[in-house]
C-alpha cells in the first residue's frame, strides 16, 4: 500500500506542475498576440525609417565622389574595442531562448579576441547579467527590467553612452544582438552593425523601396536622421526580443503541459497494475488460509 500511495503521490504532484505550465502557457499566448502586434507596428516603422536613411545617403553618394561623410559612416577605422550591446530575458522557461542569445556573444567575443580586439559588454536582461557576472566577464554596463518592459526613453538613455563612447573613440564598433520574433514558433537570431552604420546594409533591407525624398540639405537630415536610426534600432531590438521570448515561453510551457500530461498517463497505469497486483496478493492469501483451515 506503500508504494500505492507514492504513486497516488506522484500523480498528485505532476497534474499540480500541469495545472501550472497550462496556465502559463496561456498567458504567454495573450501576452504574445500584444507583443506581435507592437513588434509588426515597430518593424513598419523602422522599415519606413531605413528607406529615408538610404535614399538620402545613395543621393549623396551618386553627387560626391567620396561618398557618405562623417564619424557615423567611418569604416575605414581600424579596429581596437568593439562594444556588444545584446538583450536577453528577465526571466527563465523559455526553453534555449537565453542561451541562444550568450552562445553567440560567447562565439562574437573569443572571434574578436582572438584578433586582439578588446571587448565592452552592454547587457539588456537579467539572464546574460547573471551569466556574465557568474563567469566573472567585466561588464562595461547593464540594466534589469527594460526587455520584460519596454521603454522609448529608457532605450535611448542606455544606448546613448555606446554611441557617446564609439562618438569620443573609446570604442570602434558597436554590434546590437537579440533573439527576435519570426512568426509563433520560431524565433531568429539577430546580429546588427549598428555603429559605424553601413549603408550598403540598410539599402539590401530596402530593395525595391518607391519613396521620394526631397532635401533641401541631404547631409544636415541624414545627420538628424541617424540618431533617431540608432535609438530606434535599440527601442525595437527590445520589443521584437519580447515577442520572441513570449512566443519561445508559449512553446516551453506547452512541451511541458504535454510531458506532464504523458507522465500523469503513466503513473496511472502503474498505479493500477500495482493495486491489481496488491488485490492478487490479498486474494492468494485469503485463499491460501482457507485452504490451510480445511
Do not use: W
Amino acid at each position: 500500500m506503500a508504494n500505492l500511495k507514492e504513486i497516488q503521490r506522484k500523480i498528485k504532484s505532476v497534474s499540480g506542475t500541469q495545472k501550472t505550465t497550462r496556465a502559463m502557457k496561456l498567458v504567454s499566448t495573450a501576452k504574445l498576440r500584444r507583443a506581435e502586434e507592437l513588434a509588426k507596428k515597430s518593424s513598419l516603422y523602422a522599415k519606413k525609417l531605413n528607406e529615408v536613411i538610404s535614399k538620402i545617403a545613395a543621393s549623396i553618394q551618386d553627387s560626391k565622389a567620396g561618398g557618405v561623410e562623417g564619424l557615423c559612416f567611418d569604416s575605414t577605422r581600424t579596429v581596437k574595442r568593439v562594444a556588444i550591446v545584446f538583450v536577453t530575458a528577465d526571466k527563465g522557461l523559455c526553453g534555449a531562448f537565453n542561451s541562444q542569445t550568450i552562445k553567440t556573444v560567447i562565439r562574437l567575443i573569443k572571434d574578436y579576441e582572438s584578433k586582439g580586439i578588446a571587448i565592452d559588454l552592454h547587457i539588456v536582461g537579467k539572464k546574460g547579467y547573471e551569466y556574465f557576472k557568474y563567469n566573472k566577464r567585466e561588464i562595461k554596463h547593464h540594466v534589469i527590467g527594460l526587455s520584460s518592459s519596454p521603454d522609448y526613453d529608457k532605450a535611448v538613455h542606455f544606448v546613448a553612452s555606446v554611441v557617446e563612447d564609439f562618438s569620443n573613440k573609446r570604442v570602434d564598433k558597436v554590434v546590437l544582438i537579440h533573439n527576435g520574433y519570426k512568426n509563433m514558433i520560431t524565433q531568429e537570431l539577430k546580429i546588427n552593425q549598428l555603429l559605424p552604420v553601413d549603408v550598403s546594409n540598410i539599402q539590401q533591407q530596402v530593395n525595391d523601396s518607391t519613396l521620394e525624398i526631397e532635401a533641401y540639405n541631404e547631409e544636415v537630415v541624414l545627420e538628424a536622421l541617424l540618431k533617431k536610426y540608432i535609438e530606434y534600432n535599440m527601442y525595437y531590438s527590445l520589443i521584437d526580443s519580447l515577442a520572441a521570448e513570449h512566443s519561445a515561453r508559449m512553446q516551453a510551457m506547452d512541451s511541458a503541459t504535454n510531458n506532464a500530461k504523458e507522465m500523469v498517463k503513466g503513473l496511472k497505469i502503474k498505479f493500477n497494475k500495482a493495486r491489481q497486483e496488491s488485490i492478487t496478493t490479498e486474494l492468494i492469501e485469503i485463499i491460501s488460509g482457507v485452504e490451510s483451515m480445511k
